[in-house]
């Protein structure tokens, strides 16, 4: 990987820390410091400092952009690459049975890829297996434009884990082209295919940011969570304007 300069010119990719099957499962301390300037073009599968977390744990670590420029933007995909969805987080991809906690992101992160299923959250695109994400916060924008699309402040979809004590005051806008669109402050959306039984849980977070999801068929935004459809929601709050619009008969926001 190469430094940054005043152009992107002729860098190279950011290749993740640990794809399927060979995912990272240990520990990393971030010690407090930053990490800035990951450059994220293009991709297959699970993007973010780290691809695929699985038992693993990440502390102690902010994510930044290179000075003014916004380097998590994932606009084309490999010609080879047969996938129609795509995970994209600054610290993960997907995480499972892992935890993040007191790590920090100011990156902008954003997906637009026409056709494609883009994923994306503030943290990560994907928690599930009991995963854990705590004291985390997010200033950055999150931004996904595709089909179907889902974007969260702090994690894109939630799936029977836990998010505890978590703030985002970045906007959230999701836009799906010819499906659907979810947009949560903290979740875009939570359990899409899980039970009463083992639902997620929010406690304890708050967000600010704007949340607009827009689509041709289904929209639904939320100031916590988009899809809120499995989840245990414990002292949380919003204040952030919230707005869904679609081209089809199913708008929601709340």
């Known amino acids: 990987w190469q430094q940054w300069n005043e152009t992107t010119e002729g860098l190279n990719m950011w290749e993740p820390i640990g794809s399927y099957p060979n995912r990272f499962n240990g520990t990393f301390d971030g010690k407090g410091y930053t990490v800035g300037g990951i450059y994220v073009r293009d991709g297959n599968g699970a ?3 780290f691809g695929y977390l699985y038992g693993a744990t990440v502390k102690d670590l902010t994510m930044a952009d290179e000075r003014d420029t916004q380097t998590i ?3 084309t995909i490999p010609t080879s690459s047969d996938n129609n969805n795509y995970y994209l987080g600054s610290i993960a991809g997907t995480v499972a049975k892992g935890k993040i906690i007191n790590c920090h992101n100011r990156c902008a992160v954003s997906f637009s890829v026409s056709g494609k299923a883009g994923n994306v ?36 979809v939630s799936v029977k884990s836990s998010i505890a004590s978590c703030f985002n005051t970045g906007d959230v806008s999701a836009i799906g082209n010819t499906s659907t669109a979810y947009a949560g ?3 875009g959306d939570s359990d899409p295919n899980g039970n009463s039984s083992n639902p997620s849980h929010i406690s304890y977070c708050y967000s600010t940011g704007k949340i607009t999801a827009k689509a041709a068929t289904t929209s639904t935004s939320g ?11 414990k002292s949380c709050f ?3 304007t919230v707005s869904a619009e679609s081209s089809g008969s199913s708008n929601n926001a709340a």
Do not use: D, K, Y
């Not at 928690?127 to 994690?155: D, R, Y």
């Not at 100031?223 to 929601?233: F, R």
């Open 47 to 49: 993007v973010g400092l």
């Open 73 to 75: 933007n994932w606009e």
């Open 121 to 156: 959250g503030g943290f990560a695109r994907l928690i599930e297996e009991n995963s854990v994400l705590s004291a985390c916060s997010n200033s950055g924008a999150i931004t996904v434009s595709g089909s179907p699309v889902m974007g969260g402040g702090i994690i894109g």
């Open 185 to 187: 402050g903290i979740v």
């Open 223 to 233: 100031g916590i969570v988009g899809g809120a459809q499995h989840v245990v929601l």
């Open 238 to 240: 919003a204040t952030g």
